[in-house]
């Protein structure tokens, strides 16, 4: 038996690498130990990225735990159950997986997941509350503060001027609704609106957006975060644009760094970058325009009145001095998942209390007392964390909390923590990748 199954390992290799499903296995310690073909277009990662590495090191869960852990927490199978998850790139994926406890001997070894991407799809269905299936317009976009006032009048002017477009700015600024006004705004306006989304490694997309593109002459085409594409497929779209530039065509890219350091590292291709850079335009963090939170959450507030006949009507002002003092890593999509979970909770508050936000924010914000803090980072539903999970958020809630007692100075608190300033640095940078 054991000469046949030798026999077999050929073929089990090829059928994971070729197959249509992503194959993610871990071992009883979180380290990914098989990671297909499928998988890394899926999640946008090298194989080199995953080996020997936590899936906690890899993925950003935000609220909910991975399935894979879950799994190897429980010994029991999770199926059918859709995810939405981060890669250590910021870029937002969602799957529906089945996933399997492995047990050998009787003894569990690690867990094993089936993943279908549906991340497309989701972009398409869930466009949270400003989507009343009306065309995104520069109008609905809230832009009180002077820099994105600059941003909406930059995007008028791309739009009257029909040249190519690089947005700029961090994950959740709203790239995406800056693309879709300015397609909106194009006169006359292109009959389609295709976004390449880009943090698939597929060596075929190019070839299948071609076909798409081929069956019309008329469209805007948004590259979603093009320096995520590898440099023979940024090669790739740079010819099939330089081929396609004529017609009723407007072509939009956006980038989540700042160019000259992308083109530096090798990560954006020069040509590609000059192609899409006609028009420039920076997003600024929600941190550097604060003058937006409070409209923006008018604007949520009233849509959801309308949709959901929710009596929410406004925060306290205690809650709007905690988000204006909050950095917002994940910007304005931060803040409206966060509204979305608070107001779906609520029955008949009539304002946002800050015994109503999440747990989780509370403890981010560093305003929630020990013991709740305690009792987050040890236990989620009530049952103890896996090992890696409690120190992951152990680390990140103690490293905050150092930070803020020595007043963000990094040397001051590297020194009281006996670390080094590099180390620290890095601890820091990756606590902000991973949120």
């Known amino acids: 038996m054991r000469k046949k199954i030798d026999a077999l390992s050929p073929f089990y290799a090829f059928a994971i690498e070729h197959a249509a499903l992503g194959i993610h296995a871990i071992d009883n310690h979180g380290n990914t130990i098989i990671y297909n073909n499928k998988m890394k277009q899926i999640e946008g990662l090298a194989l080199e ?46 799957t529906v997986n089945d996933t399997y406890p492995v047990f050998e001997n009787g003894n569990l070894i690690g867990a094993i997941e089936l993943s279908r991407d549906i991340t497309a799809l989701e972009k398409v269905l869930h466009q949270p509350d400003s989507k009343s299936n009306k065309p995104t317009t520069f109008s609905e976009i809230v832009a009180y503060s ?16 029909k040249l190519s477009v ?66 023979p497929l940024q090669k790739k779209l740079l010819a099939l644009l330089s081929k396609s530039d004529s017609g009723n065509r407007q072509f939009i890219a956006s980038i989540g760094d700042d160019p000259v ?48 006949n929710s009596v929410i009507q406004g925060i306290t002002p205690e809650v709007e001095k905690l988000f204006k003092q909050y950095n917002w890593p994940g910007n304005m999509r931060e803040l409206e998942i966060l509204l979305d979970e608070v107001t779906s909770l609520s029955s008949t508050e009539t304002v946002i209390t800050y015994n109503m936000l999440p747990l989780h ?52 608190t590297a020194n009281a923590l006996g670390m080094s300033r590099q180390s620290l640095q890095y601890r820091l940078r990756k606590i902000k990748n991973e949120r």
């Open 146 to 161: 002077s820099s994105m006032k600059t941003v909406i009048s930059t995007a008028k002017k791309a739009a009257k001027a």
């Open 361 to 412: 924010f509370r403890v981010k914000t560093g305003n929630a007392d020990d013991q709740s803090i305690e009792d987050f980072i040890v236990y989620r539903n009530k049952e103890l964390l896996p090992l890696d999970e409690y120190l992951h958020a152990a680390e990140e809630y103690y490293i905050n909390k150092a930070m803020k007692l020595h007043d963000d100075n990094v040397t001051k």
């Open 166 to 231: 690089l947005l700029i700015g961090e994950t959740g600024t709203g790239k995406e609704l800056i693309a879709e006004s300015i397609h909106n705004a194009l006169s006359p306006s292109p009959q389609y609106f295709y976004t390449l989304h880009c943090h698939s490694s597929d060596p075929f997309l190019i070839d299948r957006l071609l076909e798409d593109l081929n069956e019309s002459d008329s469209y805007t085409l948004f590259c979603e975060r093009i320096e995520l594409l590898s440099i």
């Open 49 to 94: 990225d995953v080996q020997d590495r936590s899936i906690l090191e890899l993925f950003n869960f935000e609220h909910e735990e991975s399935t894979l852990l879950k799994v190897l927490q429980s010994r029991n199978e999770l199926l059918n159950v859709k995810q939405t998850y981060w890669n250590r790139n910021g870029i937002e994926i969602t």
């Open 261 to 308: 350091e992308l083109i530096a590292s090798g990560n954006l291709l020069k040509e590609l970058y000059y192609f899409f850079s006609s028009f420039a335009i920076r997003i600024p963090p929600l941190r550097k325009r604060l003058e937006d939170i409070m409209p923006f959450i008018s604007a949520y507030l009233e849509q959801r009145s309308e949709r959901y």
